[in-house]
């Protein structure tokens, strides 16, 4: 709070005036839903799915205790559990795709994600979707082997527990956007569910305004011997496969490589997740996953999503996708007992503050502009006004080229704004704001005359 108000004041001389209203203070609501996050859940939550022995994408189907089948069954029944309290709002269903022959499905398959929608209150015209998502299949050393143990419980139980804590947290809030909780199938098969679910969304034409993968996200030992338990790494891309042309060439030209779709997005986990888990820090990496690896998050920013990964700061490569087996007085597998839940909440609790923050917020600000009619020692701003009721102003963010984070803020009511600030030194993006604090991605500008 001292920060935000330092921060209000810097802008009062920057612009010379401070419109009219009180700027909106942090939200009651996103901090009541941070608090009800549980470490205990998230165990349990963990220790079932590894009960399933194997999740392999190729494993059974029909047994009602072992294999993929089982664990897809009971995640939709725990969804359901929690849709029932969200008023009819939360519905549940499995999404299915028959998948051709590829190099680790031999025959076509069919690759079921689990997926829970949550509604908002009121039907949002422009359908907003917010994705958040972790894979359930798991493997073994042999990415074929379908019969032996896979217990997966880092990779991915730790991510499908986190969503489903998410979906019971979130199922009964009223919202401004379509929450989308998914647990995907077939990550270690080649990316198969997540690829299926975002190229519906690009040919159903939705309009998916962030997607938030978490991937290994339970551990704080690393197999070096390491602990790191303060914080998480947050993968995102810089730029976009539909970034290209005049595109291209605008954002090259002006110093956008840092504000595309999916590392905009990673700043403002960043900044949502230092407002309600300042103990606990999501750190940006600029790369699309940890080197030469990926994740389902990629064939959502490959479709012009924006799209990022949350993975722990530090790995176990003994524990991670190895037989559960002893070598060498060294044991491999990757079980609950390697594992670290208070971790794994906090990386919760960074997901639950940046995805109730978006997801009650007004929409992005739309035909964000900088204007150039002529060289000015001012930086002016303008854009469109919202139509959200609940909707209280704009927050004007700006920073020096070379900061990975917004350095300033200015609270305005106004579409327009003119700050001292050079244009050639700064970046710039507009927020939304509601009455409770909740701010949108922010909109970059391009200029306009
Ligand atoms: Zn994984």
């Known amino acids: 709070m001292k920060t935000f108000l330092l921060i209000v004041v810097i802008g009062w001389f920057a612009v010379g005036v401070l419109p009219g209203k009180e700027p909106p203070k942090k939200s009651k609501t996103v901090e009541g839903i941070v608090a009800r996050i549980s470490e205990s859940h998230i165990q349990e939550v963990v220790e079932k799915l590894v009960s399933f022995g194997t999740r392999h994408t190729l494993s059974d189907t029909a047994s009602p205790v072992r294999g993929i089948g089982a664990a897809r069954r009971w995640i939709k029944s725990e969804f359901e559990r929690h849709a029932a309290g969200s008023g009819g709002r939360m519905t549940v269903a499995f999404h299915e795709s028959i998948v051709p022959p590829s190099a680790r499905v031999p025959q076509p398959t069919n690759v079921v994600n689990v997926v829970a929608t949550l509604a908002p209150w009121q039907q949002d015209p422009t359908r907003r979707l917010l994705v958040v998502g972790g894979h359930y299949d798991s493997r073994a050393s042999d990415p074929m082997n379908a019969e032996s143990d896979a217990p997966g419980a880092n990779d991915d139980g730790s991510g499908v527990a986190l969503v489903l804590e998410l979906a019971r947290v979130m199922a009964s809030m009223t919202l401004d956007a379509t929450v989308v909780f998914i647990a995907f199938a077939g990550e270690e098969q080649g990316l198969l569910g997540a690829t299926q679910w975002a190229e519906m969304a690009r040919r159903e034409g939705w309009s998916v305004e962030a997607m938030l993968n978490n991937d290994i996200v339970g551990s704080s030992r690393g197999g070096d011997g390491s602990v790191e338990a303060g914080y998480v790494r947050l993968f995102s891309e810089a730029y976009s496969p539909t970034d290209t042309g005049a595109v291209f060439r605008m954002r090259n030209s002006l110093g956008l490589e840092n ?128 139509t959200e009721s609940d909707l209280a102003g704009y927050y004007v963010r700006y920073r020096a080229t070379t900061s990975p984070t917004w350095e300033h803020t200015v609270f305005t009511t106004d579409t327009t704004i003119t700050l001292k600030a050079l244009k050639d030194d700064y970046l710039f993006g507009v927020q939304a704001v509601d009455n409770e604090g909740n701010a949108s991605l922010s909109s970059i500008p391009r200029p306009v005359r």
């Open 259 to 386: 504000d595309g779709l999916s590392r905009n997005l990673a700043r403002t986990i960043h900044d949502v997740a230092a407002l309600y888990v300042p103990a606990f820090e999501v750190r940006m990496v600029y790369r699309r996953d940890r080197f030469l690896r990926g994740g389902d998050h990629s064939p959502f920013h490959g479709r012009g999503f924006a799209a990022v990964r949350f993975s722990v700061a530090r790995e176990n490569y003994d524990w991670q996708h190895q037989d559960v087996r002893s070598e060498g007085g060294k044991e491999y597998g990757d079980l609950p007992k390697f594992m670290d839940f208070e971790y794994c909440a906090n990386v919760a609790r960074a997901n639950a503050a940046a995805l109730a923050t978006l997801a009650l917020a007004p929409a992005p600000p739309q035909g964000v502009g900088i204007v150039t009619s002529q060289l000015e020692y001012e930086t002016t701003l303008r854009w469109k006004k919202g």
